[in-house]
């Protein structure tokens, strides 16, 4: 069981810079890719980026393409979302989590929650226009 906690939320002005971090409780994070997903109000949970277990590939949304980078560090199982030129419409509850599947290499279809097992309990982002 992979326990994540997400931290670095806030209030921050269009344009301004925010750096999200979820950690994982378990070794066994290192096994599992890993992906942030956001929640605005009255809207579905949508997709954000990913990164495999390895770290070696990164998929990101449109909306966040060049804006956003997603990392990891195993030695300390944390995951990380830098995310630079906010927007009001970035305004969301932020959310790690990580794979159902171990040693994923492809990042096909990570856009789905459906395809991952363990959430954290969100953080949350207000960007002020």
């Known amino acids: 069981q992979v326990q994540l906690i997400e931290s670095g939320g806030g209030l921050v002005q269009a344009g301004d810079s925010l750096r999200l971090s979820c950690a994982a409780s378990?070794?066994?994070?290192?096994?599992?890719?890993v992906g942030w997903f956001r929640q605005a109000p009255g809207k579905e949970r949508e997709f954000v980026a990913a990164?495999?277990?390895?770290?070696?590939?990164?998929y990101y949304a449109d909306s966040v393409k060049g804006r956003f980078t997603i990392s990891r560090d195993n030695a300390k199982n944390t995951m990380d979302l830098q995310m630079n030129s906010l927007k009001p419409d970035d305004t969301a509850v932020y959310y790690c989590?990580?794979?159902?599947?171990?040693?994923?290499?492809?990042?096909?279809?990570?856009?789905?929650?459906?395809?991952?097992?363990?959430w954290g309990q969100g953080t949350r982002v207000t960007v002020s226009s």
């Open positions: 378990e070794r066994a994070f290192s096994r599992h890719g």
């Open positions: 990164i495999n277990w390895k770290a070696d590939s990164t």
């Open positions: 989590a990580a794979d159902r599947r171990w040693y994923r290499d492809s990042l096909y279809g990570m856009d789905d929650n459906w395809e991952y097992r363990y």
